[in-house]
């Protein structure tokens, strides 16, 4: 085994883990402002691209916390919301990306809220169960760790990429509307028609990056389309309000996102195709046909009641992808039909008819409703699509699949959490006003290579080493726990619960003083230590690592976490007390 000068094992990782950097240079002949992890200093040096995991101990202390001042919150609230025993997975991600189906290309644990998907309204979250043993109803979430002793050829990420055209994906916004009264439908579907043309010029442009990634062009891309998005949203917003229609906010759905989502389709890969043929085994969800982008424009008097029933059907999908969590390995193979999907069908034909009917009192009745009251069970085999040779099409990405709930490219057995500690802490200069109810935060980048690293952190650590964090895969000590440990913003800007790129309402505080940022308040801020059992050996070989999208090829900065905030104003008041006064509390 070679080793470094000072006698400690050099530790490649497997060619699947090598860093993208050096893949694009290899397929294009140039490296455009992509970063491969190296310290966290954004830098694009290629040379420490074969060396994604580190000793522990090999790692100084940097880990430093600000000294509390005279006002400090220093008090601690722990919840246990568990390690995800109940198997809820999901490539959905509901803060980054609403309403897009699959958006997170990699599979996430959610412990927490038991119903939240990426559809999920917040009265869907606020009717949920949850695993949490306090009733909170927040959601966390994070990228699964995979084992995956298998080797895939770096080669195949480098072809892989060299064929692929990026593709920009949007939030449905016309699928989140509440009901658009009559005089305004006209005018919102002009402006959802420019959203669509706005998107499609935005991938046009992303032709000029086929086969490569370049962070700044993505980002100039993205930035200007959320720019005019934004603009739009809240005109469509606007219109629907000044017409008499209750449309609250969207700027969640402002924000766009740079897709390699091709890639997975054209990294071939056995285990996955293995998969395949156990899909009946993997996590299930409802699907169900879309109703608010199928309704006319709804008459003043019944605009009320449609949008009741419309949250009814909603909160019935939510009620019953909880189900199929809570019942799992209930009944026999009738018992989905029969206790889930029969019922839900026969709850959407008496909603649709009440819609209909309370349009009809006015207008003309919308015919055809009852065709969208049938939905099933999405669990189905799916083979990855064919790669389109038309420039702007990427192939379509399965859903998990088989025992491990594989997708391309993210392969390997599941390691559940031995342990997820979730806490909320005080600032060190400041007291802490409570979190507003649904605000989101997420901590991290999934995408440090084709968005840029302003936004990862380090992550990982060892248990008994917390006073560093790397931004490669640690290799601990025996008896020591592979550890990762998300902080999330500490202060929030005292007005909005999301921004328009998920990040701008909340900052985290001054790294040397704890201090927020002028005009942000102070807010419990939220730490979750997720920690997992894996045997040295596979440490030392290189062969556990995050799932990712695949651009970042299993990078460790790419390390996130993202949270919504569903506790009761009464439990985030205690929380908030709690902290303030110095206790510890749970």
């Known amino acids: 085994m070679n080793r470094r000068k000072n006698g400690t094992p050099l530790v490649h990782t497997r060619p699947a883990r090598i860093a993208l950097a050096a893949l694009v240079l290899a397929a294009t002949g140039a490296l455009t402002a992509t970063f491969v992890s190296g310290g966290g200093k954004g830098t694009a040096d290629a040379a420490t691209s074969l060396d994604q995991f ?224 156990a899909a009946q085994a993997a996590n299930p969800r409802i699907q169900c046909p879309a109703v608010r982008d199928r309704l006319p424009g709804v008459p003043d008097r019944a605009l009320a009641e449609v949008n009741r029933n419309l949250d009814d059907l909603d909160r019935q999908i939510s009620e019953a992808d909880e189900r199929l969590i809570t019942s799992r390995g209930q009944g026999g193979p009738a018992f989905v039909d029969n206790a889930i999907l029969g019922p839900l069908r026969a709850k959407r034909v008496a909603a649709l008819d009440r819609i209909a009917t309370a349009i009809g009192r006015q207008a003309p009745r919308p015919q055809g409703l009852e065709a969208l009251a049938g939905c099933t069970l999405d669990q189905a085999p799916s083979s990855p699509a064919a790669p389109s040779s038309a420039p702007t099409t990427a192939a379509a990405l399965p859903d998990p699949q088989g025992p491990n709930l594989e997708l391309p490219g993210n392969t390997g057995g599941i390691v559940r959490p031995a342990q997820v500690l979730i806490e909320y802490r005080g600032n060190p200069v400041s007291t802490v006003v409570p979190m507003p109810k649904f605000l989101r935060a997420l901590t991290g980048d999934a995408k440090p290579t084709s968005r840029g690293p302003a936004n990862a952190r380090a992550t990982w650590t060892c248990s008994g080493f917390t006073d560093r964090l790397s931004d490669k895969y640690p290799i601990c000590p025996t008896g020591s726990r592979v550890q990762r440990v998300h902080d999330f913003p500490g202060c929030w800007d005292g007005r909005n619960v999301d921004s328009d790129n998920h990040r701008n309402h909340v900052a985290f505080a001054d790294k040397v003083t704890g201090a927020c940022p002028q005009g942000f308040r102070a807010i419990p801020q939220l730490r979750i230590t997720v920690a997992y059992d894996i045997a040295r050996d596979v440490q030392v070989k290189g062969q556990y690592a995050l799932d990712s999208f695949p651009e970042e090829n299993h990078n460790p900065f790419s390390d996130h976490n993202d949270f919504v905030n569903v506790n009761s104003a009464q439990t985030m008041q205690r929380i908030a007390t709690c902290i303030n006064k110095g206790r510890n509390c749970s």
Request: hydrophobic share 35%.
């Open 54 to 277: 580190v000793s522990i101990e090999n790692v100084p202390p940097n880990v430093q916390n600000p000294r509390p001042a005279a006002g400090a919150s220093t008090g601690r609230f722990t919840v246990d919301c568990g390690t995800n025993g109940n198997g809820k997975f999901s490539p959905d991600n509901p803060v980054a990306q609403p309403g897009i189906r699959n958006g997170a290309e990699h599979v996430h644990d959610f412990v927490g809220n038991l119903a939240i998907t990426a559809h999920s309204s917040d009265a869907d979250l606020d009717a949920s169960g949850t695993t949490c043993r306090n009733g909170d109803k927040s959601s966390y979430f994070w990228p699964v760790v995979r084992i995956d002793k298998t080797v895939r050829s770096g080669r195949q990420v480098q072809q892989a990429l060299a064929q692929t055209q990026p593709m920009v994906v949007c939030p449905s916004v016309g699928k989140r509307l509440r009901a658009v009264p009559t005089e305004a439908r006209g005018t919102v579907d002009r402006l959802l028609a420019e959203l669509d043309r706005q998107q499609a010029a935005a991938n046009q442009r992303m032709t000029a990056s086929r086969g490569r990634i370049d962070a700044a062009f993505n980002r100039e891309v993205i930035d200007s389309l959320r720019a005019r998005r934004a603009a739009m949203i809240k005109q469509i917003s606007t219109t629907i309000t000044t017409a008499g229609g209750n449309q609250p906010g969207l700027v969640s759905l402002v924000d766009c996102d740079v897709s390699y989502d091709d890639m997975h389709a054209r990294m071939p890969g056995s285990a996955h195709r293995a998969s395949v043929r």
